[in-house]
């Protein structure tokens, strides 16, 4: 399974690399990387065909994660990608737009990659 | 024809007149009508039968008797003057009719003498009685003028009253005035301390809201990578490891240990910082839950478990023994009942707390309580949380509700539960109060008001 991860922390990528290296190992997971929702944009039309599950933070400079969120469920019409949207501890008023907006699923920071793992495998079976 | 009778009449007429302004006198008013009706009498029986050669002595008896009254009676002392007026007339008249039978050169010249002194006497008598009725009117006119003035005088008296009771209601009502005033001009000031708390606070609120929010990334960031790297270690342990010469793996594992523990005491400290973080957020988060009828006394009841039992959990030995006292009346009140329970739990934790510490210094028979209380006013309830622990001192009382502020040691407490338990109550427009006796216990009381809307 491709997971986007969109966060405008690239130390992100390194910290997900490492959680999921025995998955990434043993190629249940793959994946890609955007720091801003401009990048991750530009990442869905190039691999169009690919099955993807979006993993974005909402506080971004340039296009937020809500805007991402809403262009997504907008666009790829049928079926659009999950999105899971990473909300800060206590941000009600982000976490209540992105439900509104259609987001999938929701974790908050500090991401529990446990809880993280849980899900994903959750999603891969659904 | 005698003279006495109408004399006599004519006095004692006037007494009976003059009792009705000299009191003292009432008490005889049936002497004097007896009297009247006497001479009255006698006068009818003198004139029908021409009796006067005997009734003349009872007339001159009469005016004897008259005058010796008017002068020996206290109380008829004030009429000596017409007996004054009267008394040579009386004289005459009596010594005619003693020398009558007599007809000596002596008596003759003395009947003469009489004779030519009636006229006299008969004038004396006239105008002593005019004089004697002028001033009897002038002393009535002086009379009423000094009733008159003692009228005005009363009314004066009575108006004096008057004005005497109004100065003192009005005295009354200026000090009441000046109570209220009084109080209004605390409560303002308090108010105002309140306000320029409550501004600073939400500037502070804001700032560290801000500083939160901007911290807590790089804090997710040394809690995840210590975490992480802490699973690398482990991998490393087991695996490449055992690859080393031994010589060397033992060495290997001794540093990988010590990095081991240093990276979870990075987590330690950053989980630490993560805590501090998480309250100042929860601190200037408005809350975006809705107020709802809640039951306080289950939700007191509710987070005294909660509290009770969770710090159970963490400490085996501790104990306490818990005292609850619920008033029914205190119902269903419109509450954000998560906030509400944050400050229970907070309260109660900080309670437990105090009263485990004194008991840690006191062996035996210190007997650790924590009293929980709800109270039903007329227009609030009221929430109290007491414990027996060892209170506080007045120079941290004053900063208990300061954020950050705890006397816990390092790591065990953040000092944000009384500063959010603050803002809290003052969100549901409550208060929150606390009393202390240092050594012997603290009372933290909440009131939150039932906003009945009062029926008009
Ligand atoms: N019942 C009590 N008895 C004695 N001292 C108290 C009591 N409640 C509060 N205090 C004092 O007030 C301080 C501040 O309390 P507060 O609840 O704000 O923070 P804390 O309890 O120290 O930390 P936290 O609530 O984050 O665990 C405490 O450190 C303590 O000194
Ligand atoms: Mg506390």
Redesign the pocket.
């Known amino acids: 399974m491709k997971i986007l991860v969109v966060d405008d922390e690239p130390d992100m990528q390194t910290l997900f690399q490492q959680r999921f290296r025995k998955e990434i190992k043993e190629h249940k997971v793959d994946f890609a990387f955007a720091i801003s929702g401009e990048e991750a944009l530009s990442y869905l039309n190039k691999h169009e065909h690919e099955a993807v599950l979006i993993l974005s933070d909402i506080n971004m400079p340039g296009m937020s994660g809500l805007e991402l969120l809403q262009h997504i469920k907008e666009k790829y019409a049928v079926p659009p990608p999950v999105v899971m949207m990473i909300t800060a501890y206590g941000d009600s008023e982000n976490y209540n737009q992105a439900m509104r907006l259609g987001a999938d699923d929701f974790l908050t920071k500090p991401i529990d990659f446990a809880v993280l793992k849980e899900k994903l495998k959750i999603e891969n079976n659904a | 024809m005698s003279l006495e009778p109408f004399i006599a009449f004519l006095y004692i007429l006037h007494l009976r007149k003059s009792s009705k302004t000299f009191a003292s006198l009432q008490q005889w008013d049936k002497v004097f009508i007896g009297l009247l009706l006497a001479i009255a009498f006698l006068f009818v029986i003198e004139v029908v039968f021409s009796a006067g050669f005997i009734i003349k002595w009872l007339w001159h008896l009469l005016m004897l008797f008259i005058i010796t009254a008017t002068f020996k009676l206290p109380e008829l002392s004030r009429f000596k003057t017409i007996m004054l007026a009267v008394l040579p007339l009386a004289v005459i008249l009596l010594l005619k009719d003693l020398i009558k039978p007599f007809t000596d050169q002596f008596f003759v010249s003395i009947k003469n003498l009489l004779n030519y002194t009636f006229p006299l006497a008969t004038t004396w008598l006239i105008a002593l009685s005019i004089i004697w009725t002028r001033q009897q009117k002038a002393l009535e006119k002086e009379r009423q003028l000094r009733l008159a003035e003692e009228q005005q005088h009363k009314i004066v008296e009575a108006r004096k009253m008057e004005l005497e009771l109004l100065v003192a209601e009005r005295t009354a009502q200026l000090t009441r005035q000046k109570e209220e005033l009084e109080n209004a001009l605390v409560d303002l000031q308090t108010t105002q301390k309140q306000l320029i708390q409550s501004e600073k606070m939400a500037s502070l609120g804001e700032l560290t809201a801000g500083i939160a929010h901007e911290i807590q990334n790089p804090l997710n960031f040394v809690n995840n990578f210590s975490e992480v790297s802490v699973e690398l270690l482990d991998e490393l342990k087991d695996g490449p490891l055992h690859n080393l010469p031994q010589a060397e793996q033992e060495e290997v594992e001794v540093i990988i240990n010590n990095l081991t523990q240093n990276l979870e005491k990075i987590n330690h400290h950053g989980k630490r910082a993560d805590a501090i973080v998480k309250?100042m957020l929860q601190h200037s988060r408005s809350s975006s839950a809705e107020k709802e009828p809640t039951d306080i006394n289950a939700l007191v009841d509710e987070y005294l478990r909660l509290s009770y039992h969770g710090l159970r959990a963490k400490d085996k030995l501790f104990n306490a023994s818990i005292k609850t006292n619920f008033d029914e009346n205190v119902g269903a009140v419109e509450v954000v009942p998560q906030d509400i329970g944050r400050v229970f739990l907070?309260l109660l934790?900080?309670?437990f707390?105090?009263v485990t510490e004194k008991k840690k210094n006191l062996a035996g028979t210190y007997e650790p309580t924590v009293s929980v209380s709800t109270r039903r006013l007329d227009d609030a309830i009221e929430i109290v949380v007491k414990?027996n622990?060892?209170?506080?001192p007045q120079v941290?009382a004053e900063k208990?509700f300061q954020p950050f502020?705890?006397?816990?040691p390092t790591g065990q407490?953040?000092?944000?539960?009384?500063?959010l338990s603050y803002d809290i109550i003052k969100a549901h427009e409550g208060e929150i109060k606390v009393e202390t006796k240092e050594g012997e216990c603290?009372e933290f009381t909440i009131s939150l008001p039932l906003n009945i809307i009062p029926d008009i």
């Not at chain 2, 622990?389 to 506080?392: E, Q």
């Not at chain 2, 502020?405 to 816990?408: G, R």
């Not at chain 2, 407490?413 to 500063?419: R, V, Y």
């Open positions: 309250g907070n934790n900080n309670a707390y105090a414990d622990g060892n209170g506080i941290v208990i502020f705890t006397t816990k407490g953040t000092g944000l539960g009384l500063s603290t």
